[in-house]
């Protein structure tokens, strides 16, 4: 661990705070920065404008409003997708980018097993204003803070800071905010069921307001100043790793390969995957044999952060 920095009453911190991953308690006056490797080095990405940047150029071979169905096997060696809109895509690979509920990997990957935890999150964002400034712990504004409770709650807060506005690369514009994530047991939100996933913005602002209502008044405060456009109600799934499987032309990267437990991580893991499949799509190198390369590696790459998040996730922020 690294510093522990102490706050005056109010909920300040006298100290400057430093850019990186820190964590505190639910009444904010310590704030522990966790020492990370030498070579380590953390960004905050905009997921939205993210995407924007990788679909240029693409608009012509990119298709929404279909879901995926199935996907079969043809002699010739390649695949074809069935969607649900009663339409077909054929190609020579099938990714499947598509999260911890991967329908692409149920398919693939029948027997392989998924934990559900007895958790859930809430999703949000809050206009960086100069309210919205005064109300955000200074370790959240440089970098990323864990606010983590003695009874299974956290509170997950890192500030959006856009070094210049996308709109000056004809994206549409963007202004600064607070990404938060609110986890709980289910029984602190008080829908233990599928209906948890079908309630309004309004309802799960309050929810996750109230998940807070007895920690610092700041923080309930900066979550009722969320966009309710943006808000957004998860579960938290885990997953053992499986015996390897005999290639084919459709893979996973992401949390369709491996769910993991929500420390700030998978991100970045979806990152390197995708990076490292395109690394091995060579031309001179057999399709199958390029997707096994990659699997293997993506498997030992995948399954080390899964371990990673499900150590931090369970309180140990060591390493």
């Known amino acids: 661990m690294g510093a522990v920095h102490q706050q005056?009453?109010?909920g300040r911190?006298?100290?400057?705070?430093?850019?990186g991953v820190s964590m505190t308690g639910p009444d904010l006056w310590e704030v522990t920065e966790i020492e990370l490797p030498p070579d380590a080095a953390g960004i905050t990405v905009d997921r939205l404008t993210l995407r924007r940047i990788m679909l240029r150029g693409l608009a012509g071979a990119t298709r929404f409003g279909a879901g995926f169905a199935r996907y079969e096997l043809p002699?010739?060696?390649t695949v074809r997708v069935l969607l649900t809109d009663g339409t077909t895509a054929e190609g020579d690979l099938l990714v499947a980018a598509d999260g911890a509920g991967s329908a692409v990997r149920r398919q693939l990957l029948p027997d392989f097993r998924v934990t559900v935890r007895d958790s859930r999150i809430i999703y949000g964002r809050t206009p960086l204003t100069d309210p919205v400034r005064r109300l955000t712990p200074p370790a959240?504004?440089?970098?990323?803070?864990g606010v983590i409770g003695p009874d299974g709650r956290q509170l997950a807060l890192a500030a959006q800071h856009f070094r210049r506005d996308p709109?000056?690369?004809g994206l549409p514009p963007a202004a600064d905010y607070v990404m938060w994530g609110m986890t709980a047991p289910t029984a602190v939100f008080g829908h233990p069921g599928p209906e948890f996933f079908r309630l309004g913005a309004a309802e799960l602002l309050a929810l996750a307001e109230r998940a807070v209502a007895d920690w610092h008044p700041s923080l309930g405060a900066l979550i009722r100043l969320g966009e309710p456009g943006y808000v957004v109600p998860a579960g938290i799934q885990t997953s053992e790793r499986p015996e390897p499987w005999p290639p084919v032309p459709v893979t996973l990267v992401g949390d369709a390969a491996h769910p993991m437990d929500p420390v700030g991580i998978s991100a970045g893991v979806a990152l390197h995957?995708?990076?490292?499949?395109a690394s091995r799509l060579l031309p001179d190198v057999p399709l199958l044999d390029a997707v096994r390369s990659y699997e293997t590696e993506m498997l030992d790459h995948g399954f080390a952060a899964?371990?990673?998040a499900t150590r931090h996730h369970g309180g140990d922020r060591s390493g």
């Open 8 to 10: 005056s009453e109010g």
């Open 75 to 77: 002699a010739d060696g």
């Open 13 to 19: 911190i006298a100290c400057a705070a430093t850019a």
């Open 273 to 277: 995957e995708a990076g490292l499949l």
């Open 306 to 308: 899964v371990a990673t």
């Open 140 to 145: 959240a504004l440089a970098g990323f803070l």
């Open 167 to 169: 709109a000056e690369f």
